[in-house]
């Protein structure tokens, strides 16, 4: 990737904590805001349909119970995705990338999508997301495949190289620059207090984009503009106005 498309301002699992998080209803809700990039996370049902959800259980944000990525989809698609948040999004179903990449790309939006694999399917997960990323997105802007676990991202790059990839970091751990040049990601992606001008030094001096989660205060996400990193993820849809 020559030029980096993307936005500065990243509505958390589609609209933060407003909406049901990863249910379309949320993504609609981000957009309403005016929001044009929203990250989720992806995962596969026992018959390898990709879904949307971050918890490998199925219990806080659905009326089921159990390992979400254990059940077919057919089971997973009767389930109230909504009704945990609140009695306005009650009966929400939870969401499949393949319905939110006909959103996006009707809408003109933009995605990070988290590969968030159940334990043990670090591999699949990530083959499969990248293959379905690459069919769906054909000749619209990729979305951005990030991930904690570099072995998703490898899979990822060896099935979709020309997917961007950014890796996913919750401390700064001995040899992530050297891993995230092999993965030929275009992105690191800390959790924001993580970045100093150091680390943002080095990200920068490697050709790699910087971007930050979650970002919910005015003086952290000063902090890092000023730094002059390249995106921030946030909660607070209805605090900041996306640029």
């Known amino acids: 990737m020559t030029d980096w498309p993307y936005p500065r301002w990243v509505a958390h699992r589609g609209a933060g904590k407003l909406a049901p998080e990863n249910t379309l209803a949320a993504f609609r809700l981000g957009a309403e805001h005016g929001y044009r990039m929203f990250e989720c996370d992806a995962k596969l049902s026992s018959d390898g349909v990709v879904f949307l959800m971050h918890d490998a259980t199925l219990d806080r944000t659905t009326n089921g119970s159990g390992v979400g990525g254990e059940r077919p989809w057919g089971e997973l698609a009767q389930l109230d995705a909504g009704g945990w948040h609140s009695r306005r999004y009650a009966g929400e179903p939870l969401a499949t990338l ?104 080095q990200a920068k001096s490697a050709g790699l984009k910087c971007l930050s989660y979650t970002v919910n205060d005015e003086w952290a996400a000063q902090r890092l503009i000023d730094l002059g990193t390249d995106g921030i993820i946030t909660d607070r849809v209805d605090l900041f106005a996306p640029t």
């Open 98 to 201: 393949q319905g939110l990449a006909r959103w996006c790309i009707a809408n003109g939006h933009f995605f990070n999508i988290e590969i968030k694999p159940t334990p043990g399917a670090e591999k699949l997960t990530g083959e499969v997301v990248a293959r379905q990323a690459a069919q769906w997105w054909a000749g619209h802007t990729p979305p951005l495949l990030t991930s904690f676990k570099p072995e998703s991202l490898q899979a990822a790059m060896d099935t979709a190289p020309h997917l961007p990839r950014g890796l996913l970091l919750d401390t700064l751990w001995k040899g992530w620059l050297e891993t995230a040049l092999s993965l030929e990601c275009q992105a690191v992606v800390c959790n924001h207090a993580l970045w100093d001008q150091s680390s943002v030094t």
